[in-house]
Protein backbone atom coordinates (compact mmCIF):
# COMPACT_ATOMS: atom_id res chain seq x y z
CA UNK A 1 0.00 0.00 0.00
CA UNK A 2 2.53 2.17 1.10
CA UNK A 3 4.21 1.85 -2.07
CA UNK A 4 1.36 2.27 -4.28
CA UNK A 5 1.01 5.72 -2.86
CA UNK A 6 4.09 6.33 -3.15
CA UNK A 7 3.95 6.24 -6.95
CA UNK A 8 0.69 8.57 -6.81
CA UNK A 9 2.11 11.20 -5.53
CA UNK A 10 5.39 10.76 -8.43
CA UNK A 11 2.30 10.92 -11.29
CA UNK A 12 1.13 13.81 -9.46
CA UNK A 13 4.43 15.77 -9.10
CA UNK A 14 5.46 15.42 -13.18
CA UNK A 15 1.87 16.59 -13.73
CA UNK A 16 2.83 19.95 -11.80
CA UNK A 17 6.09 20.08 -13.74
CA UNK A 18 4.56 19.56 -17.20
CA UNK A 19 1.86 22.22 -15.90
CA UNK A 20 5.23 24.49 -14.63
CA UNK A 21 6.50 24.07 -18.34
CA UNK A 22 3.04 25.49 -20.06
CA UNK A 23 3.42 28.27 -18.32
CA UNK A 24 7.11 28.95 -19.30
CA UNK A 25 5.47 29.94 -22.52
CA UNK A 26 4.01 32.98 -23.79
CA UNK A 27 1.08 35.19 -23.00
CA UNK A 28 -2.47 33.39 -24.55
CA UNK A 29 -3.28 34.52 -28.15
CA UNK A 30 -7.03 35.27 -29.15
CA UNK A 31 -8.67 31.78 -30.77
CA UNK A 32 -8.24 32.07 -34.61
CA UNK A 33 -5.84 35.38 -34.41
CA UNK A 34 -3.88 35.35 -38.03
CA UNK A 35 -0.37 37.01 -39.22
CA UNK A 36 0.32 37.05 -42.82
CA UNK A 37 2.07 39.12 -45.67
CA UNK A 38 0.28 41.74 -47.09
CA UNK A 39 2.02 42.71 -50.41
CA UNK A 40 4.07 39.27 -50.97
CA UNK A 41 3.37 35.73 -51.23
CA UNK A 42 5.10 32.66 -51.88
CA UNK A 43 7.22 32.19 -54.59
CA UNK A 44 7.49 36.03 -55.63
CA UNK A 45 9.97 37.67 -56.95
CA UNK A 46 10.70 41.02 -56.64
CA UNK A 47 13.85 43.64 -56.61
CA UNK A 48 15.33 45.24 -53.42
CA UNK A 49 15.15 46.67 -51.12
CA UNK A 50 11.94 44.61 -50.17
CA UNK A 51 9.45 46.15 -48.60
CA UNK A 52 7.22 43.91 -46.12
CA UNK A 53 4.21 45.08 -45.12
CA UNK A 54 2.55 42.90 -41.44
CA UNK A 55 -1.08 41.78 -41.88
CA UNK A 56 -2.72 40.79 -38.29
CA UNK A 57 -6.18 40.07 -38.01
CA UNK A 58 -7.91 39.09 -34.07
CA UNK A 59 -5.48 40.33 -31.94
CA UNK A 60 -3.82 44.13 -31.91
CA UNK A 61 0.05 45.67 -32.36
CA UNK A 62 1.76 47.18 -29.05
CA UNK A 63 4.89 47.77 -28.25
CA UNK A 64 7.23 45.27 -26.38
CA UNK A 65 6.87 45.68 -22.89
CA UNK A 66 3.27 46.50 -23.22
CA UNK A 67 1.17 44.37 -20.73
CA UNK A 68 -2.15 44.40 -22.38
CA UNK A 69 -4.08 41.39 -23.53
CA UNK A 70 -4.42 39.89 -26.71
CA UNK A 71 -1.44 42.39 -28.35
CA UNK A 72 1.90 41.59 -29.35
CA UNK A 73 4.37 43.00 -31.95
CA UNK A 74 5.91 41.62 -34.87
CA UNK A 75 8.72 39.44 -36.06
CA UNK A 76 10.52 38.78 -38.94
CA UNK A 77 12.29 35.19 -39.12
CA UNK A 78 15.12 35.45 -42.56
CA UNK A 79 16.06 32.63 -43.69
CA UNK A 80 15.53 29.95 -40.57
CA UNK A 81 13.54 27.10 -40.19
CA UNK A 82 9.84 27.76 -39.03
CA UNK A 83 9.02 28.74 -35.84
CA UNK A 84 9.67 25.79 -33.30
CA UNK A 85 12.00 24.00 -35.54
CA UNK A 86 15.36 23.42 -36.16
CA UNK A 87 18.30 23.55 -33.31
CA UNK A 88 16.70 26.56 -31.61
CA UNK A 89 13.57 25.82 -32.07
CA UNK A 90 11.98 24.21 -28.78
CA UNK A 91 14.25 27.89 -27.18
CA UNK A 92 12.72 29.94 -29.26
CA UNK A 93 8.97 29.01 -28.04
CA UNK A 94 9.76 28.39 -24.61
CA UNK A 95 12.32 31.41 -23.49
CA UNK A 96 11.65 33.94 -26.54
CA UNK A 97 12.87 34.85 -29.39
CA UNK A 98 16.90 35.61 -30.03
CA UNK A 99 17.39 38.84 -32.01
CA UNK A 100 20.21 38.62 -34.56
CA UNK A 101 19.82 38.46 -38.30
CA UNK A 102 17.86 35.93 -38.92
CA UNK A 103 15.16 37.01 -36.09
CA UNK A 104 14.45 40.62 -36.48
CA UNK A 105 12.25 42.05 -33.70
CA UNK A 106 10.01 45.34 -34.41
CA UNK A 107 9.06 46.12 -31.03
CA UNK A 108 8.26 49.62 -31.51
CA UNK A 109 5.18 48.11 -32.74
CA UNK A 110 6.21 48.73 -36.85
CA UNK A 111 3.77 47.49 -39.11
CA UNK A 112 6.49 47.57 -42.15
CA UNK A 113 10.02 47.11 -42.64
CA UNK A 114 12.47 47.75 -45.75
CA UNK A 115 15.16 44.52 -46.06
CA UNK A 116 18.54 44.99 -48.21
CA UNK A 117 18.65 41.13 -48.97
CA UNK A 118 21.08 40.06 -51.27
CA UNK A 119 20.07 38.78 -54.86
CA UNK A 120 18.70 34.83 -54.66
CA UNK A 121 16.24 33.01 -52.76
CA UNK A 122 15.06 33.50 -48.80
CA UNK A 123 12.49 32.67 -46.35
CA UNK A 124 10.33 34.64 -44.90
CA UNK A 125 7.83 34.01 -41.68
CA UNK A 126 6.07 36.39 -39.46
CA UNK A 127 5.75 35.66 -35.80
CA UNK A 128 3.54 37.88 -33.37
CA UNK A 129 5.46 37.67 -29.72
CA UNK A 130 4.33 39.18 -26.61
CA UNK A 131 5.45 42.03 -23.92
CA UNK A 132 8.34 39.64 -23.66
CA UNK A 133 9.57 38.37 -26.69
CA UNK A 134 7.87 35.36 -26.42
CA UNK A 135 5.73 33.33 -29.09
CA UNK A 136 2.17 33.32 -27.44
CA UNK A 137 0.28 29.89 -26.45
CA UNK A 138 -0.58 28.41 -29.27
CA UNK A 139 2.08 31.15 -31.78
CA UNK A 140 0.37 32.93 -34.17
CA UNK A 141 2.63 32.49 -36.70
CA UNK A 142 2.06 32.99 -40.84
CA UNK A 143 3.26 30.71 -43.64
CA UNK A 144 6.84 30.47 -44.96
CA UNK A 145 7.38 32.23 -47.73
CA UNK A 146 9.98 31.62 -50.04
CA UNK A 147 10.74 34.94 -51.93
CA UNK A 148 13.49 35.46 -55.10
CA UNK A 149 15.12 38.86 -54.97
CA UNK A 150 16.82 39.83 -57.87
CU1 LIG B 1 10.46 40.98 -29.83
Given at each position: ???????????????????????????????????????????????????????????????????????????????????????????????????????????GG?????????????????V???????????????????????
Amino acid sequence: MKSFLSSQVKVGVAALFLAGAAFAQGEPSAEGAEVYFVNLKDGDTVTGPVRVVFGLKGMGVAPAGTEKENTGHHHLLINRPPLGEGEEGADELLYGLPADDNHVHFGGGQTETSLDLPAGTHTLQLVLGDLNHVPHASPVTSEVITITVK
